[in-house]
């Protein structure tokens, strides 16, 4: 990834981690307000839009990306405990870019999620909650006309979540987390691609993600709704190699490189 993505990265987490600290403050500083922000039960259905921009090795897949994602939260009434389970889908039409030609591609992307949280409330006005899980993310990138791929992996995040009462049917909320992959395979199907057949499966040892969004929601009678910008980065190594034939007859160890991911967004919220 170039250094203008980098850079672009780390401009938005910071702008990310401002809000955090400001805003929340923000809020303190106002009247207080009984709001619902440690509601027992709570369920949160999402729709987002997102740039996608993949690099590897003189590869890139880049696109606009969309889909669903659902999120079920629950606080304990007598321990400040917190359990989130969140699940969530994407897919798009890409372009596959390698050695200055362009290929259509089909993406999806699939998280699935279980948090366990501490809640810490400050002033009945601020929830701040840290936490911690397992996680699973699959990727696949299908090329017209020329290999396939995909990449699953599990991860252990931990973050920390703010939650704060701007009036009483608003609430704001942030979200800074850090991603350590633990263990993973990425698999091509090559399909002839590059004078290779047949199917390579690699192991993906080790990679780190971040992730940061903001929030806002209006609470209605029956249901709230809201906006959250976000924006999310992976870094995943190289992998081991796996031995391919190649259309000649001879055998090649392959092995993937490091590869770089950067989405950002925004979700339309409906929270129940």
């Given at each position: 990834?170039?250094?203008?993505?980098?850079?672009?990265?780390?401009?938005?987490?910071?702008?990310?981690v401002?809000?955090?600290?400001?805003?929340?403050?923000?809020?303190?500083?106002?009247?207080?307000?009984?709001?619902?922000?440690?509601?027992?039960?709570?369920?949160v259905?999402?729709?987002?839009?997102?740039?996608?921009?993949?690099?590897?090795?003189?590869?890139?897949?880049?696109?606009l990306?969309?889909?669903?994602a659902?999120?079920?939260?629950?606080?304990?009434?007598?321990?400040?405990?917190?359990?989130?389970?969140?699940?969530?889908?994407?897919?798009?039409?890409?372009?596959f870019?390698r050695?200055?030609?362009?290929?259509?591609?089909?993406?999806?992307?699939?998280?699935?999620?279980?948090?366990?949280?501490?809640?810490?409330?400050?002033?009945?006005?601020?929830?701040?909650?840290?936490?911690?899980?397992?996680?699973?993310?699959?990727?696949?990138?299908?090329?017209?006309?020329?290999?396939?791929?995909?990449?699953?992996?599990?991860?252990?995040?931990?973050?920390?979540?703010?939650?704060?009462?701007?009036?009483?049917?608003?609430?704001?909320?942030?979200?800074?987390?850090?991603?350590?992959?633990?263990?993973?395979?990425?698999?091509?199907?090559?399909?002839?691609?590059?004078?290779?057949?047949?199917?390579?499966?690699?192991?993906?040892?080790?990679?780190?993600?971040?992730?940061?969004?903001?929030?806002?929601?209006?609470?209605?009678?029956?249901?709230?709704?809201?906006?959250?910008?976000?924006?999310?980065?992976?870094?995943?190594?190289?992998?081991?190699?796996?031995?391919?034939?190649?259309?000649?007859?001879?055998f090649?160890?392959?092995?993937?490189?490091?590869?770089?991911?950067?989405?950002?967004?925004?979700?339309?919220?409906?929270?129940?």
């Amino acid at each position: 990834m170039t250094n203008c993505m980098e850079n672009a990265v780390i401009r938005k987490v910071l702008i990310l981690v401002a809000l955090t600290i400001i805003l929340p403050g923000s809020a303190l500083a106002q009247q207080e307000h009984s709001s619902m922000l440690l509601k027992e039960s709570s369920m949160v259905i999402r729709d987002s839009i997102a740039s996608f921009d993949f690099e590897a090795g003189g590869e890139e897949v880049e696109g606009l990306m969309h889909g669903p994602a659902v999120t079920y939260t629950y606080h304990d009434a007598y321990y400040p405990l917190m359990a989130r389970g969140e699940f969530e889908i994407m897919f798009g039409s890409t372009d596959f870019k390698r050695d200055g030609g362009s290929s259509d591609s089909d993406d999806i992307i699939i998280n699935a999620r279980g948090l366990l949280g501490y809640d810490i409330l400050y002033h009945d006005n601020l929830v701040l909650t840290p936490y911690t899980g397992l996680a699973m993310r699959y990727w696949s990138n299908n090329v017209s006309g020329a290999r396939d791929q995909s990449q699953s992996y599990y991860y252990i995040p931990l973050g920390v979540e703010t939650q704060s009462s701007l009036m009483p049917t608003v609430d704001f909320g942030t979200r800074l987390e850090a991603d350590y992959v633990f263990n993973g395979t990425a698999t091509t199907d090559f399909e002839g691609d590059g004078g290779r057949s047949g199917k390579a499966d690699n192991d993906l040892d080790f990679g780190y993600g971040l992730r940061a969004s903001v929030y806002i929601s209006k609470q209605f009678e029956a249901v709230g709704l809201g906006l959250e910008p976000f924006v999310r980065y992976w870094n995943v190594e190289g992998s081991d190699g796996d031995w391919v034939r190649r259309n000649d007859g001879t055998f090649e160890n392959f092995s993937t490189q490091r590869g770089e991911t950067l989405i950002w967004g925004a979700s339309l919220t409906v929270h129940f």
